[in-house]
């Protein structure tokens, strides 16, 4: 009988204990599930990303860039709060780096109804991270703002990229994975029509990543001349991609190498004519020539 007793009291200490560690990770649960980042991002491609395979399907073995790929992020976001209505939401600078997630730390759980991931090459200055644009109702509107120069070459020096999603959920107690394409912003614009070249000053040593903007329509191939004429022109020129207008990544090239007056690189993508274009160039510029762009 007291064998039983003993028995049934070690049993109900052993319930209540575990009872009690129950009630302390449903209180550590409840004070700090909400604080801890429950939300990663991945982008399907990233400015300057170097393939792990080149086109022909073989290892690319690219040399390192002078300048590494990747950069920061910024959240500019419309989140729904009962009893508050729409709240805004700034968070950033995040450090990101090509095939890897990152976690925008500080993202509450909740309805999002707007979120949008700025990509810019290095950080930005804090006074001007206000002023990218809050996505909204009117998307057209928010595009269009996006683009104009006073976002995108003010702010992101033509170099920047935005995701953006619509009616988000946040959800505390899960993990969010959110899959992004980055979209170019640029305020460059190479057309057929009349051939301009687009001006490329000098970078003074420092490597310039940078968006141009391809006339929609356009079909045929485009012709990017990598040159350096004693001394003037591209000195060193690094990866350069062609993008749509959805964020894919149609074509890149990772050059990532000295342009000398006898080792001038000539690249040819072709243009399908179906969606507006991007092209994405990483340079050393020395003399102010332009860059040499051709449609044919």
């Keep these: ?39 990663d991002v991945g982008f399907a491609f990233m400015p300057g990303e170097i393939p792990a395979f080149n086109a022909a399907g073989f290892d690319n073995n690219a040399p390192a860039p002078l ?112 899959e992004a394409a980055l979209v170019p912003l640029t305020s460059e614009l190479f057309a057929a029509r009349d051939g301009t070249q687009p001006a490329c000053p000098d970078t003074g040593g420092a490597v310039r990543k940078r968006f141009i903007m391809l006339e929609p329509g356009t079909t045929g191939s485009l012709y990017v001349m990598l040159t350096n004429f004693d001394g003037a022109g591209i000195t060193y020129a690094g990866t350069v991609s062609l993008y749509t207008a959805s964020g894919g990544c149609v074509e890149t090239k990772n050059l990532n190498r000295p342009i000398t007056p006898d080792s001038p690189e000539s690249l040819l993508f072709t243009m399908t004519g179906d969606e507006r274009l991007y092209l994405y160039v990483e340079y050393v510029a020395a003399g102010n020539r332009p860059l040499g762009l051709f449609f044919f």
């Design 67 to 178: 300048s590494p790929p990747g950069g920061v992020v910024y959240v500019r976001a419309i989140r729904a709060v009962r009893g508050r209505g729409a709240v805004e939401t700034t968070l950033g600078p995040f450090a990101v780096t090509p095939g890897q997630t990152f976690v925008p730390e500080g993202l509450q759980p909740g309805l999002y109804r707007y979120l949008a991931l700025y990509y810019a090459p290095e950080a930005l200055d804090p006074s001007a991270v206000s002023r990218l644009p809050l996505p909204g109702e009117n998307r057209a509107a928010f595009w269009e703002e996006a683009s104009a120069p006073a976002v995108s070459r003010d702010i992101l020096n033509d170099s920047g990229a935005v995701a953006l999603f619509a009616d988000l959920k946040v959800r505390r107690f899960r993990a969010n994975h959110l």
């Design 1 to 39: 009988m007291d064998s039983m007793k003993h028995l049934r009291s070690g049993a109900f200490r052993a319930v209540r204990h575990a009872l009690g560690l129950a009630v302390c990770a449903l209180a550590a649960t409840l004070s700090g599930c909400a604080l801890k980042p429950t939300t």
